[in-house]
């Protein structure tokens, strides 16, 4: 028997690493790699172009804020001259303690100097009350300044001059200095 020679077959190359690629494989990837894109996407939105945009925003409100503020300061340079002259004519807490309440001042001439004498004129500086009564004798305008004496709320009080026509005086002329501060006009 003859024995036939055996033909193997040729193959000049071989692959050893064949690749299973599953059905949908690359469909997956091409899906985590666009899901992969909108998340960095949106992190960089939010953390990162919304912090800068924010950031930038509140900047642009400080420098508003700080020209609004700068525009206040050369507004208000004139201050102290305009507290100056609003200190002429009131009294602010850092003075109060110099000066006297026109209200009680006026209280004081209702209550002592009004029921006895009239008032040509009455002139208020400081704590300084300046008056000049008419129609009042001699004893009556020692009377007042006995009355103002006793109050509380007077330092002093006396009479600078006097004017008389025959037997009757005319005009007196009284100076008044008031306390500063609290008290009873009474």
């Given at each position: 028997?003859?024995?036939?020679?055996?033909?193997?077959?040729?193959?000049?190359?071989?692959?050893?690493?064949?690749?299973?690629?599953?059905?949908?494989?690359?469909?997956?990837?091409?899906?985590?790699?666009?899901?992969?894109?909108?998340?960095?996407a949106?992190?960089?939105?939010?953390?990162?172009?919304?912090?800068?945009?924010?950031?930038?925003?509140?900047?642009?409100?400080?420098?508003?804020?700080?020209?609004?503020?700068?525009?206040?300061?050369a507004?208000?340079?004139?201050?102290?001259?305009?507290?100056?002259?609003?200190?002429?004519?009131?009294?602010t807490?850092?003075?109060?303690?110099?000066?006297?309440e026109?209200?009680?001042?006026?209280?004081?001439?209702?209550?002592?100097?009004?029921?006895?004498?009239?008032?040509?004129?009455?002139?208020?500086?400081?704590?300084?009350?300046?008056?000049?009564?008419?129609?009042?004798?001699?004893e009556?305008?020692?009377?007042?300044?006995?009355?103002?004496?006793?109050?509380?709320?007077?330092?002093?009080?006396?009479?600078?001059?006097?004017?008389?026509?025959?037997?009757?005086?005319?005009?007196?002329?009284?100076?008044?200095?008031?306390?500063?501060?609290?008290?009873?006009?009474?």
């Amino acid at each position: 028997m003859l024995k036939k020679k055996q033909i193997y077959p040729t193959k000049t190359s071989l692959n050893l690493n064949k690749k299973d690629i599953p059905e949908g494989y690359y469909r997956r990837i091409t899906l985590y790699a666009i899901l992969g894109i909108v998340l960095i996407a949106a992190f960089t939105q939010f953390a990162v172009v919304g912090r800068l945009s924010a950031a930038s925003r509140a900047e642009n409100e400080a420098d508003a804020a700080h020209t609004r503020y700068q525009s206040l300061v050369a507004a208000n340079a004139i201050y102290p001259d305009v507290l100056q002259e609003y200190e002429k004519y009131f009294s602010t807490p850092e003075t109060a303690a110099f000066y006297v309440e026109a209200m009680d001042v006026l209280s004081l001439v209702d209550s002592h100097m009004r029921p006895v004498a009239g008032i040509q004129s009455l002139s208020l500086t400081d704590n300084v009350l300046s008056v000049i009564l008419t129609g009042i004798s001699l004893e009556q305008a020692s009377d007042i300044v006995s009355l103002l004496s006793s109050n509380e709320r007077v330092t002093s009080a006396y009479v600078s001059s006097i004017d008389t026509t025959s037997q009757e005086v005319s005009l007196v002329s009284m100076t008044v200095t008031l306390n500063a501060g609290g008290g009873n006009t009474q």
